[in-house]
């Protein structure tokens, strides 16, 4: 049986930008959360982020409805039925969008991070390509559970770079692995045990990017009974600091 999970999204356009290029999705019936932060200027990095949240709820969907539907890439027998599930719609997702770019000359470059949650009977799967991120909160200790597939995030693996460096790197925003780069991707997977009152917090990085951990942190401890206010109060926080990026929140929270 699957855990009932209190949930909650928020997205906004930030300080700077004219348009919103980040789409998230609930899909309560599926336990499935996403967040995703589209690249690509103008309008298309809005149609890439859409166009991975709607492949994901189209195979979702078809996948409840006709168990016996062949899937468009092979199963790893290594993995369970469920996490093959959420890889490959992530990767149906990513061949979308490589698609539309050959198909038509506006959408050249388009791409998009994913962070992706699923629930299960036995814990949680966390799924993510790109900078966007996942943390979670239990009792009071704060822990960010993905990796930015970022040039910053190579460089500090690689150098060790001090505070200072990271602080005036000078291509912060130059993602080394997204959706719609190349025709597949490697899609980072990890499967968490849950406890009783978990909260995890899914975000692009216009969140991450202008909120310090400590920060969202405190926020979560204070907001985090009403997780709408906890959403609102986080994109608040992002918009005071700058607002450079537009900005998405969402939680999930185990009762």
């Given at each position: ?186 899609v980072d997977v990890a499967f968490e045990p849950l406890r009783n009152g978990d909260l995890y917090l899914l975000c692009s990085d216009g969140l991450s990017g202008e909120v310090t951990d400590e920060n969202m942190q405190r926020i979560l401890l204070s907001k985090g009974s009403d997780l709408s206010a906890a959403c ?24």
């Amino acid at each position: 049986m699957k855990p009932s999970v209190i949930v909650a999204g928020e997205t906004n356009v930030g300080m700077k930008r004219n348009h919103n290029e980040d789409t998230f999705t609930i899909m309560e019936g599926e336990n499935l959360f996403i967040v995703c932060d589209g690249m690509g200027g103008h309008a298309s990095g809005e149609v890439a982020s859409q166009m991975a949240v709607e492949t994901m709820r189209t195979f979702f969907q078809d996948t409840r409805d006709d168990p016996e539907l062949t899937w468009p890439y092979k199963m790893d027998r290594s993995r369970r039925y469920e996490e093959n599930r959420l890889i490959t719609a992530i990767k149906l997702a990513n061949l979308r969008i490589h698609e539309a770019q050959k198909k038509d000359a506006k959408y050249r470059g388009m791409g998009t991070t994913i962070t992706a949650l699923y629930f299960v009977a036995e814990g949680v799967y966390i799924a993510h390509v790109g900078d966007s991120r996942i943390y979670r909160l239990r009792d009071k200790s704060f822990e960010l559970l993905t990796e930015d597939h970022s040039l910053l995030n190579d460089y500090i693996k690689m150098k060790k770079l001090t505070p200072e460096e990271i602080e005036s790197f000078p291509h912060k925003n130059v993602i080394v692995r997204a959706l719609g780069m190349k025709e597949s991707v490697k899609v980072d997977v990890a499967f968490e045990p849950l406890r009783n009152g978990d909260l995890y917090l899914l975000c692009s990085d216009g969140l991450s990017g202008e909120v310090t951990d400590e920060n969202m942190q405190r926020i979560l401890l204070s907001k985090g009974s009403d997780l709408s206010a906890a959403c609102q109060a986080l994109i608040e926080e992002a918009n005071r600091n700058g607002g450079h990026d537009n900005i998405t929140v969402l939680l999930a929270k185990v009762p």
